[in-house]
């Protein structure tokens, strides 16, 4: 086993992007340099989402989508970083995630031995006004604020409308090492050289926003990859992409908009790959190889005009689908990247079924450590050493309130609500989720407070009460859970043989076995009754 864990997450990493995974379109030479002496996983699939959820699955190794929709660490779980505290492990996190510091995150990195947070990245609020010695500042390319699609696609009078925190703290940056995510890399390189040789067993934890939006670089990479035909020029740069089911397709977006949106988050994807490189030169110069594994995954991908069939139940069309909006994991968001140097294993590919909580128990079984809670993941240690070929028959995730979905790693079940949305019980004795009053939208999606309706209850495997709220038509109900749009929408692919999912299967054969399936795994890992139930099941 080895002696030290390094996990990298590079937030909304898509696979097929990545060099190593047989990308093309975007350079990335440091995770593909990374790739050849890792084991890359060919199968790895998401579990709960979005950003705070996934990052439940890995430090916490239990899923929580099918209980609540965002939220901190419960009184029931732990992290492991704290079971690593009781064994002796020194613990460091170094981010640029703003998401694990403010409600509904702000607890994940209080068990951490050491914290780093790189200030300004997305919704960070570091900054209250622009810098105003930046005006003219070639430093950094014109953008449009994070406002701008809502306003066009609503009609929003109002130019602060939408508008986001790093609109105002880009102009504090001056060069590219000061944008979050290099300051981010040259963190962390410097704990592993400066700090790491003191401690006798450590792990670090890079948890790196990039290339998540907003996909604001400075050249040579900002222009790296327009289109030679139809150069951008100097037209405000477009950094922030839209959350929607049909850009193009419904005139939202036009196609040299959409065209340019992608070559931004190429740019931003080649940005930190540079950055993520510097981290490999250091465990180079510093020998760690044989003693320390290397992780790097991330927590889902993003939609960049992929086109899947998407809409209501008997009015769905092909559509191109950015960011993460109200639709399935499709393969451009569900399938993941995951590359692991293991000491003593051979780089090479592993085609077998993995998700994320087994991230947890993977750390969890280099370290000898056990978690006080219950956790679903299976330690890929037996994968990696070679004394196993399979560590699990299948896989589930889903965003609360939406489709739920397993696969047994060739067929991919979504499975809709029933009839209508509900029942539907959130469980959490946090009650604190995604804050949405920085980006224009509190007045319409704020979160419900539990009330008089509300149970105490027990998690699978707790004796902790619990508050079960029940939510009922008519109800606020927390952001995120917007599955009655989905209602009766099913969707079952052949992901070896179909790929770009363009045939739903449902109604064959196949989708009644794969209803069992999702029946065995919300079985075994002794989902709420509730769910079964908005699901037909």
Not at 391 to 420: L, M, S
Not at 476 to 499: C, S
Request: charged share 25%.
């Amino acid at each position: 086993m080895p002696d030290n864990v390094v996990v990298v997450l590079l937030d909304s990493l898509n696979r097929h992007m990545v060099g190593a995974y047989g990308g093309t379109e975007f350079a990335t030479p440091n995770l593909d340099r990374f790739a050849a002496r890792s084991q890359r996983f060919t199968n790895h699939v998401t579990g709960s989402l979005p950003c705070m959820p996934a990052r439940h699955d890995i430090l916490c190794g239990a899923l929580d989508f099918l209980w609540k929709p965002w939220g901190s660490i419960e009184l029931w779980e732990e992290s492991i970083t704290a079971a690593l505290r009781r064994s002796g492990v020194t613990t460091m996190l170094v981010s640029d995630h703003p998401h694990l510091f403010e409600t509904g995150g702000e607890n994940y990195h209080t068990d951490f031995g050491g914290w780093d947070y790189v200030r300004g990245h997305e919704g960070d609020p570091w900054r209250t006004t622009i810098d105003p010695s930046a005006i003219g500042s070639p430093s950094l390319p014109a953008a449009r604020d994070g406002g701008w699609f809502l306003r066009e696609r609503f009609g929003v009078d109002g130019d602060r409308f939408g508008r986001r925190h790093y609109d105002d703290a880009r102009t504090w940056f001056r060069s590219e090492d000061d944008l979050p995510g290099p300051a981010t890399m040259r963190s962390a390189t410097d704990w592993i050289r400066r700090e790491a040789p003191a401690h006798e067993r450590w792990m670090l934890f890079v948890d790196e926003f990039d290339p998540h939006e907003p996909f604001d670089t400075t050249e040579p990479w900002a222009s790296m990859y327009d289109d030679p035909d139809d150069p951008w020029g100097d037209d405000p740069r477009l950094i922030w992409p839209p959350y929607t089911v049909g850009g193009v397709t419904t005139g939202a977006l036009t196609p040299r908009q959409a065209r340019h949106i992608r070559a931004n988050y190429g740019a931003k994807l080649s940005m930190i790959d540079h950055h993520f490189g510097r981290l490999l030169d250091q465990l180079d110069t510093d020998d760690l190889w044989d003693t320390t594994a290397v992780i790097v995954c991330t927590d889902h991908g993003h939609y960049l005009g992929d086109e899947r069939t998407a809409g209501r139940a008997g009015e769905e069309q092909r559509h191109d689908i950015w960011g993460k909006p109200m639709v399935p994991q499709f393969e451009p968001l569900g399938h993941t990247p995951l590359m692991i140097h293991w000491p003593g294993a051979d780089a090479g590919t592993c085609d077998a079924l993995t998700t994320n909580v087994d991230l947890n128990a993977t750390i969890a079984d280099a370290f000898g450590v056990t978690m006080q809670h219950r956790t679903h993941g299976r330690s890929m240690a037996p994968l990696l050493d070679g004394t196993a070929t399979s560590i699990r028959e299948w896989a589930i995730g889903g965003v609360f309130g939406n489709w739920v979905q397993v696969t047994d790693g060739r067929h991919k079940y979504a499975r809709a609500p029933v009839d209508e949305n509900f029942p539907m019980s959130m469980w959490s004795n946090r009650w604190s989720t995604m804050p949405v009053s920085g980006v224009g939208v509190a007045d319409f999606a704020s979160f419900p407070k539990p009330d008089r309706r509300a149970q105490l209850d027990f998690m699978p495997g707790s004796e902790v009460p619990v508050i079960r709220q029940p939510f009922e038509p008519g109800d606020t109900i927390p952001f995120w859970a917007g599955g009655a749009n989905a209602i009766g929408q099913h969707h079952l692919y052949d992901v070896v043989d179909d790929p770009d999912e363009a045939e739903n299967r449902c109604g064959e054969r196949t989708e009644s076995e794969m209803i069992d399936l999702l029946r065995t795994a919300l079985a075994d890992v002794e989902a709420p009754s509730d769910q079964l139930a908005r699901l037909g099941l």
